[in-house]
């Protein structure tokens, strides 16, 4: 299995943004789809976006389109969520998680990093 570990969560203005990292370790991280996920308080966890293996193809939650993007480096074993535009809304744990197929879905993702906290004030 891959280990992440997330970084780059803080407290921003609405309007503002963060870029979040995920980095990789233990496993061949192009073998990976990777996803993001968020989980707001007194709320599920939700996907909010991903990436296949080589980074071709990118799919978002309909809230997040067009002010998220999320990317990946192969060669540094990460992978990054821009966050622009960001919404009181936005606010969350944000969690990295990997895939050996591109799916929305929990079940899919096998490891877990352990959260960033994401706060947008308004």
């Known amino acids: 299995q891959v280990q992440l570990v997330e970084s780059g969560g803080g407290l921003v203005q609405a309007g503002g943004s963060l870029r979040l990292l995920c980095a990789a370790s233990g496993s061949t991280f192009s073998s990976y789809c990777m996803g993001w996920f968020r989980q707001a308080p007194g709320k599920e966890r939700e996907f909010v976006a991903v990436?296949?293996?080589?980074?071709?193809?990118?799919d978002y939650t309909d809230s997040v389109e067009g002010r998220f993007f999320i990317s990946r480096d192969n060669a540094k074993n990460t992978v990054y969520l821009q966050m622009d535009s960001l919404k009181p809304e936005d606010t969350a744990v944000y969690y990295c998680?990997?895939?050996?197929?591109?799916?929305?879905?929990?079940?899919?993702?096998?490891?877990w990093g352990q959260g960033t906290q994401v706060t947008v004030s308004s």
């Open positions: 998680a990997a895939s050996s197929t591109r799916s929305y879905r929990e079940a899919d993702f096998g490891s």
């Open positions: 990436i296949t293996w080589s980074g071709g193809i990118t």
